[in-house]
């Protein structure tokens, strides 16, 4: 069965340093998101895309984040200068394009800021 | 404001012994509704969803979940737990229906004692 990978599982950087983080979504999905998870929180919303371009973006999704698919495969989010409390688990997720269709989510990469 | 609301922090349970995870939700329209598992250290898992027709659901693992419009609810069942259910379950709606994000629960974590 098809699945979406991220990578780095496991990412340790310093306070205003920036980061990339890589998700490879399901082939044939043309719908993109990335949630992330505080620890001992709930899973948020970041940001939805589609069609190379944002369709929405929650309040937490500021002037630091951006999303981009450099080559058309990759779905990567980018953090511009890290602060401590950008430090959770990130979900990349894909769709199908419908919206009755399940979001499938990577394994997450842990994001630590020092 | 879509909201979903799990009530319970944490369950234990005994193997063998049967499961309710409740789930309460807050949205205007028809609801897209979903619970998802996670496992330690791993990312999210779809255990079933509820789009229209029939109120109860069969999903993997054995779970089942029930949608009950009058009392907002799509609570998780599961007749006989087994140790490897231990995980965190999340309930999740979907929202602003054509940009299908998720809205998450705070989630139930489930133990499983011999």
């Known amino acids: 069965e098809p699945e979406v990978t991220q990578t780095p599982s496991h990412q340790v950087t310093q306070m205003g340093q920036e980061v990339i983080l890589r998700c490879v979504p399901i082939?044939?999905?043309?719908?993109f998101y990335w949630y992330r998870q505080i620890l001992g929180q709930k899973v948020e919303f970041l940001v939805s895309?589609?069609?190379?371009?944002?369709?929405?973006k929650s309040e937490i999704f500021d002037d630091q984040f951006s999303v981009e698919r450099p080559d058309g495969s990759n779905f990567t989010l980018k953090i511009r200068s890290t602060k401590l409390e950008d430090s959770a688990m990130y979900f990349c997720?894909?769709?199908?394009?419908?919206?009755?269709?399940?979001?499938?989510f990577g394994p997450g990469t842990r994001l630590t800021v020092l | 404001a879509q909201s979903v609301t799990q009530p319970d922090i944490h369950i234990t349970v005994s193997e063998g012994a049967s499961l309710e995870l409740r789930c309460n939700y807050s949205?205007?329209?028809?609801?897209?509704l979903f619970w998802y598992v996670q496992s330690p250290g791993q990312g999210l898992q779809l255990l079933l969803k509820?789009?229209?027709?029939?109120?109860l659901v069969q999903g993997i693992k054995g779970f089942e979940a029930e949608f009950k419009r009058s009392q907002s609810s799509f609570n998780l069942r599961k007749p006989s737990v087994h140790w490897s259910d231990a995980a965190e379950y999340f309930c999740?709606?979907?929202?602003?229906?054509?940009?299908?994000?998720?809205?998450f629960g705070t989630g139930t974590r489930l133990t499983i004692i011999p």
């Open positions: 997720a894909t769709g199908q394009g419908e919206a009755t269709d399940t979001q499938y």
């Open positions: 895309f589609y069609n190379n371009e944002i369709s929405e």
């Open positions: 082939s044939n999905h043309l719908y």
């Open positions: 509820y789009f229209s027709g029939d109120t």
């Open positions: 949205y205007g329209a028809t609801p897209y």
């Open positions: 999740a709606v979907l929202s602003n229906f054509g940009n299908e994000k998720l809205t």
